[in-house]
């Protein structure tokens, strides 16, 4: 039996992350755009905001870590 394999990546923001300057925060929307018109070519099948405090849980799920 062969079964289908996806990558999902979640992306959270730490509480501590760094506060951008206005060209930084373009050029991270920028790259957020071109990253989103990868589901036209087929690459992704969803995305959006993770909603929910830091504390969501996820069940039935394998965690890689670095």
Excluded: C, N, T
Excluded at 21 to 26: F, I, S
Excluded at 34 to 60: K, M, N, V
């Amino acid at each position: 039996m062969e079964f289908d394999r996806f990558s999902i990546a979640l992306l959270v923001l730490r509480p501590d992350s760094p506060r951008l300057d206005k060209e930084a925060e373009a050029e991270l929307q920028d790259a957020h755009m071109a990253h989103l018109a990868d589901h036209e070519a087929g690459y992704l099948l969803a995305a959006g905001p993770l909603l929910g405090g830091p504390d969501e849980a996820f069940s039935r799920a394998d965690y890689l870590e670095r």
